[in-house]
């Protein structure tokens, strides 16, 4: 999956970027808004991860513009934590809003879940998507404007996951379900057939990050990098003892599958 980050920043772009190849993303960057314009006919990505504080065009405009042309999913990554600049983001045609600072296995969860919900009706880069509210709620227009009824939910399927999209934004968009696993990444919750069980953080991210992509394996050295935030060298131990104590906790026989000589992986069956 080729993602196009939109950020002006060089440190947080390039720590971005790398966290996301290290999950097997392809990325390319663009600096200002602009570029990212030219870089969606050029690369033609599959999703893009938007900033707002660009130095030459605003990220709200830019996504205005991305939606008049594609229906590329777009993520907005951004400081600005205001309700009033989450619904404007949202009803200007992005598909999830993501306030910085962020955790990466939360935003790696939400380019899948968007991803996917892109893919169940249909959308792609070729075409734009229903033209957006334009500005959304502000001031002077709080009572005037309110925003269009969301689209019926459908059931969809990733694998054997079972997602039920809602609407942009919603608490459903906080939810991994991967069977009988549900993981709140808001309130750090899991419950394993309907019962909630208590996690450590470290483990906590260490199931959110198998959980986010079921059936893939994920590398030691990319477990360690996400969840610890270094070098894997020397360390096996520590992970194969987060891992015993994680699967005796779900109490899933098979649910977090050894791929000897390489990492692990979130068995969908298994969980099911």
Request: glycine letters at 12%; one cysteine or more.
């Amino acid at each position: 999956m080729l993602l196009l980050v939109v950020e002006d920043d060089d440190r947080v772009a390039g720590a971005l970027a790398g966290s996301l190849r290290r999950h097997g993303f392809d990325v390319v960057r663009a600096r200002t808004g602009t570029l990212a314009l030219d870089m969606l006919n050029s690369a033609q990505p599959d999703l893009v991860l938007l900033d707002l504080g660009l130095p030459d065009r605003d990220g709200f405009d830019i996504c205005t513009r991305i939606r008049l042309i594609s229906g590329v999913p777009i993520i907005m990554v951004t400081a600005r934590a205001e309700q009033a600049d989450r619904l404007r983001g949202l009803y200007t045609g992005a598909d999830d809003y993501v306030v910085k600072p962020f955790d990466v296995l939360e935003l790696i969860a939400r380019i899948h879940v968007v991803t996917r919900r892109s893919h169940q009706r249909g959308g792609d880069a070729s075409g734009p998507h229903p033209e957006p509210v334009r500005g959304g709620p502000g001031p002077d227009r709080a009572r005037a404007w309110s925003p269009p009824a969301p689209a019926p939910a459908r059931p969809g399927q990733y694998g054997r996951r079972q997602y039920a999209p809602g609407p942009l934004g919603s608490d459903a968009d906080q939810v991994l379900s991967v069977g009988r696993i549900s993981i709140d990444l808001r309130a750090r919750e899991v419950t394993v057939c309907g019962r909630e069980t208590a996690l450590t953080r470290k483990e906590f991210n260490l199931l959110a990050q198998l959980a986010g992509a079921p059936g893939v394996v994920f590398r030691r050295e990319q477990i360690f990098a996400e969840v610890w935030g270094y070098s894997s060298e020397g360390a096996s131990h520590t992970l194969e003892v987060h891992i015993a104590s994680l699967r005796a906790k779900l109490g899933l026989p098979g649910v977090i599958e050894t791929v000897r000589g390489i990492g692990y992986r979130l068995s969908a069956k298994a969980a099911g």
